[in-house]
């Protein structure tokens, strides 16, 4: 057994049937220290002899309740399922009080036996949760109409099982919910819960983890990553207390490095109601909701689990309150003291995902921090969007972001706007006859548009690390080839070629120099296959940006960003208003028109005459007084000169930083930190 049973041994050893493991763990790399958890390996065991379960022995709650009663006073007053779940654990609820509830869960019985993503789930976990929560207070008819109800879903219920997609960690939740709640009265409860761990976790999601999650990334988008994440954790954390299954332990460099990846991953300062805010990185929304909060409860409990490390110490740097009730509920279930806080000098002012191609890097810690994201990794899930070499720069506001919103999955506005590289600060190079978007997410149902973009070079997603793996030159579409960060710069490249259709595209390498802190360098070198396809570099923002000679200056809020086109010489510079190109407007079909939150403005900037090869060269800093900035060029290298600075590139990859009376070669090398 993984760990000691508390009382009535013998009897629980008969109810959990644990998991073996998966073998000999391996050692953990130096940089990933031991966990250290208040509440140790299956010190919940006993709960799957009483009610509740899921949230916690009836007498853990009411501990809770005495010591947070300010907290437990408020949610009191929250009129909600897990709420109520609570207070009738403490003290008790009239059965007026429990009826809607379970009405809400005989509501969700009588849809009958479903498979739709999403919202199969959903409605599992609200079935699971009433029965344990209200257990006492349902008749034993309904709750046998209830688990007669969940159990086919084990056959029926087949999707939400992709590797790489945010739904399955939500479904392992779900799952483990319904185990727990159910067992020693269900039947299929074990079958549940070795459907979570065994089959999707330890067969899909682990392995994804293991080969792709070094520094934390996760193969989702931003948006969707953030709340699927949580839901993992919080499945993990419950199997954990309760039957001793320690799933963070499989990938625990993951797991540590996912605190410093949550650190770097909000834009600097705080936003409404004093959360942080976030980039969408993919399908998402600008837009305040519970979901800001979800990152900050995944890094409460793998801080607590790492507790006394040098990550779960800075972590405790950024603790703040709930921004809303939801979130306070949570908190007072789960947030327990923290480490005394250390600071955040000694993390890196940088952080790489190399396994999914990101790179976050920041001036400093303070909120006034100018803060930039680089994106250049391969595909995984339709939640992606066609962005390989996208940048985004925010200080004080979002400067340079990327554009659409999701208000849809398979419309006009997704399919031709949103996920394509139109909408992202990229590289457009176009082929008039290429066809390169044929049976896009949507499946078909609307005609693709020539964006210039990035190509859908594979059929379909797939379902597993192997699949994908045996199929990965299709899913291939760039690669990190150059990363370094010091206290004064960071350095990172990437190779975007293969994110194109080959019959258009021979090279496209983009290079960042991030001079802190507030200036950074983008040099793009571009070879099409043609000198007649036109190329065209794109910077999107929020508001209408001034123009003037070769410097475009961008303002939203109290943000300021101005940016200097160096090469190519005599280029074509100038601003577009809306979602369209090629003489067709793909804005979302609604009648409100366009959000507050809409980025609705770019810049184009595109060569004099059609070459072949073409070198685009920008200086952009968000400082208040820009440097005097001006084009370098030493035999076959060319750069930029940022007030005493000079960098300049040479090669397809790589060049000299000089600042100080100082140079330092920028090499076609990955110098991971600590928690890379």
């Not at 979901?291 to 607590?304: D, F, G, I, S």
């Not at 309150?321 to 908190?331: F, I, M, T």
């Amino acid at each position: 057994m993984p760990h000691p049973l508390p009382s009535r041994q013998i009897l629980l050893a008969t109810l959990i049937l644990l998991h073996p493991p998966i073998g000999a763990a391996a050692s953990p790399p130096p940089v990933v220290p031991a966990p250290a958890p208040r509440i140790a390996n299956g010190a919940w065991a006993s709960v799957l002899l009483e009610r509740p379960r899921l949230l916690g022995p009836r007498a853990h709650l009411q501990a809770l309740a005495r010591e947070k009663a300010d907290a437990y006073k408020a949610l009191r007053g929250q009129d909600n399922l897990l709420a109520a779940g609570i207070v009738h654990a403490v003290e008790g609820l009239p059965a007026g009080a429990i009826a809607p509830h379970v009405a809400s869960a005989m509501k969700d019985v009588a849809r009958g036996v479903t498979n739709i993503h999403q919202d199969t789930w959903i409605w599992l976990e609200n079935v699971a949760l009433c029965l344990d929560l209200f257990h006492d207070a349902i008749s034993e008819t309904d709750r046998r109409a209830m688990i007669d109800w969940i159990n086919p879903h084990l056959e029926t219920f087949t999707d939400d099982e992709n590797a790489f997609h945010n739904s399955t960690l939500s479904k392992i939740l779900c799952y483990l919910r319904i185990a727990y709640a159910t067992w020693g009265e269900n039947p299929k409860a074990k079958a549940f819960r070795d459907h979570a761990i065994v089959k999707l976790y330890e067969g899909r999601v682990l392995p994804v983890l293991r080969e792709l999650g070094a520094g934390g990334g996760f193969t989702e988008c931003g948006w969707y990553t953030r709340g699927s994440l949580w839901h993992l954790v919080q499945a993990l954390e419950l199997a954990r207390r309760i039957e001793g299954y320690d799933g963070f332990s499989r990938a625990p460099r993951f797991f540590y490095q996912r605190l410093a990846y949550e650190l770097h991953q909000p834009y600097p300062g705080r936003w409404l109601y004093g959360c942080e805010r976030y980039p969408c990185e993919g399908d998402g929304s600008y837009v305040y909701g519970g979901h800001v909060e979800y990152p900050r409860h995944t890094r409460t409990l793998l801080a607590q689990y790492f507790r006394g490390s040098e990550l779960a110490r800075a972590v405790a740097a950024r603790q703040r309150r709930a921004s809303n009730p939801a979130a306070a509920l949570v908190d007072f279930l789960l947030e327990e003291p923290p480490d005394a806080p250390s600071g955040l000098d000694a993390v890196p002012l940088a952080h790489l995902a190399s396994g999914i191609g990101r790179m976050y890097a920041r001036s400093d810690w303070t909120d006034d921090a100018t803060w930039i994201r680089f994106e250049c990794g391969d595909f995984w899930n339709n939640h992606q969007h066609y962005e390989v070499g996208n940048f985004e720069i925010f200080r004080r506001d979002l400067l340079a972001a990327e554009s659409g919103e999701y208000i849809d999955y398979g419309g006009s506005h997704a399919i031709n706007w949103l996920i394509r590289t139109v909408a992202h600060n990229c590289i457009l190079v176009h082929q008039p006859d290429e066809s390169s978007w044929k049976q896009m997410r949507d499946g078909g149902r609307t005609p693709p548009a020539n964006d210039g973009g990035q190509a859908k070079r594979f059929d379909w997603v797939a379902p597993t690390l192997e699949a994908w793996k045996a199929k990965r030159d299709s899913y291939e579409r760039g690669d990190i080839v150059a990363y370094v960060n010091d206290p004064a710069f960071c350095y990172v490249a990437g190779d975007c070629t293969m994110a194109y259709a080959r019959s258009k595209l021979s090279l496209w390498i983009r290079q960042i120099v991030f001079l802190r802190p507030s200036t950074i360098v983008i040099f793009d070198r571009v070879v099409a296959t043609k000198p007649e396809y036109a190329k065209t570099w794109l910077l999107h923002m929020r508001n209408e940006p001034a123009v003037e000679g070769t410097t475009t200056s961008i303002r939203n809020g109290k943000g300021v960003l101005t940016a200097v086109t160096l090469l190519p010489e005599q280029a074509a510079i100038r601003k577009v208003e809306g979602y369209g190109y090629g003489g067709q407007s793909y804005a979302p079909e609604r009648k409100t028109g366009l959000s507050e939150e809409a980025i609705r403005w770019r810049i184009e900037v595109q060569p004099p005459a059609l070459r072949a090869e073409d070198l685009f060269l920008h200086v952009l800093s968000t400082a208040d007084a820009p440097p005097t900035i001006t084009l370098s060029r030493k035999g076959s290298a060319v750069g930029a000169s940022v007030g005493e600075a000079e960098i300049l590139f040479a090669g397809q990859v790589g060049g000299t930083l000089t600042a100080g009376g100082k140079t330092v070669p920028l090499k076609s090398e990955i110098r991971t930190g600590p928690y890379e």
